[in-house]
């Protein structure tokens, strides 16, 4: 059985291994400012193999008046769309090796990476530098729609790992939780709110912009970087992380895991989550 690496993978890795049977590729791109944007931009063209993967209709479900605006997906559909894309929690060759990409600087691609590994699929990776990267290294792109073996994915969801506002409030003013917000500076603030109806942050959460940990072309910063950029959090028995609605704050998540470190728990909800009970 093949070994492959996990959590991040370059260009030239994937384009090594375009035509491995055993690699599925998941085309994340997306803007919330224009829900449609990525699949017309999978349609204009994709890296050869990749199938589509949108935020809203695949990797969240309907938004609830509590809850957030990314409420995760049933994780049965989830399950079943995975495995008609070809992907497979166990097979005699083993699991399906999945690469997910954006352009994003992995904002997209980390919402699946952290699904999957929360599913119990730990064969899967983000593409550092996203589609851009890929397209500057010269490597082809395509407009065909792949064809695939439909294969059985079976979830195994990871108990603790998901934390929910109760949570939150009994927790956050311990002496041993750490709390960190992943969005911008003027929104953790309370400066701007571009999307959620009310501004602000949850009370004793810290900031760390999930963009500090990739740099402007979408290249993950090296291990040694996030050590020390995750530094801080050393004395933390339990680390909690959110954002608006839960995707960007699972590049963070990433980017600790990379560090080496423990992974924090994610509190999916979000400060869309928090203030719609304010």
């Not at 999930?210 to 970087?225: C, I, L």
């Amino acid at each position: 059985m093949q070994a492959y690496p996990t959590n991040l993978v370059t260009p030239q890795w994937l384009y090594r291994h375009l035509d491995d049977p055993q690699v599925a590729i998941a085309d994340c791109r997306f803007a919330l400012a224009d829900p449609e944007l990525g699949q017309g931009q999978y349609q204009e063209g994709h890296i050869p193999g990749a199938h589509f993967l949108d935020l809203n209709r695949d990797l969240s479900s309907p938004v609830q008046i509590h809850g957030g605006r990314h409420p995760l997906p049933d994780m049965d559909q989830l399950a079943e769309k995975l495995g008609t894309l070809g992907i497979a929690s166990d097979s005699p060759q083993g699991p399906t090796f999945v690469v997910a990409y954006d352009d994003s600087r992995f904002a997209f691609a980390s919402r699946l990476w952290w699904l999957l590994r929360y599913m119990g699929h730990t064969q899967i990776a983000v593409l550092d530098g996203g589609f851009k990267g890929w397209q500057a290294q010269g490597y082809p792109v395509t407009t065909a729609k792949p064809e695939a073996e439909p294969k059985v994915f079976t979830p195994k969801l990871q108990e603790g790992w998901l934390v929910d506002i109760e949570y939150v409030r009994q927790h956050k003013d311990s002496s041993h939780v750490q709390l960190i917000d992943s969005r911008s500076g003027p929104r953790y603030r309370g400066e701007q709110e571009p999307i959620d109806p009310i501004s602000g942050s949850i009370p004793g959460a810290v900031n760390y912009f999930w963009q500090a940990v990739s740099d402007k072309d979408g290249n993950m910063r090296s291990p040694t970087d996030l050590q020390a950029h995750w530094s801080d959090l050393e004395q933390a028995e339990e680390v909690i992380v959110y954002c608006g609605s839960g995707v960007t704050a699972c590049v963070n998540l990433l980017s600790q895991t990379l560090a080496g470190r423990p992974m924090g728990k994610l509190y999916v909800g979000g400060w869309s989550d928090w203030c719609s009970y304010m």
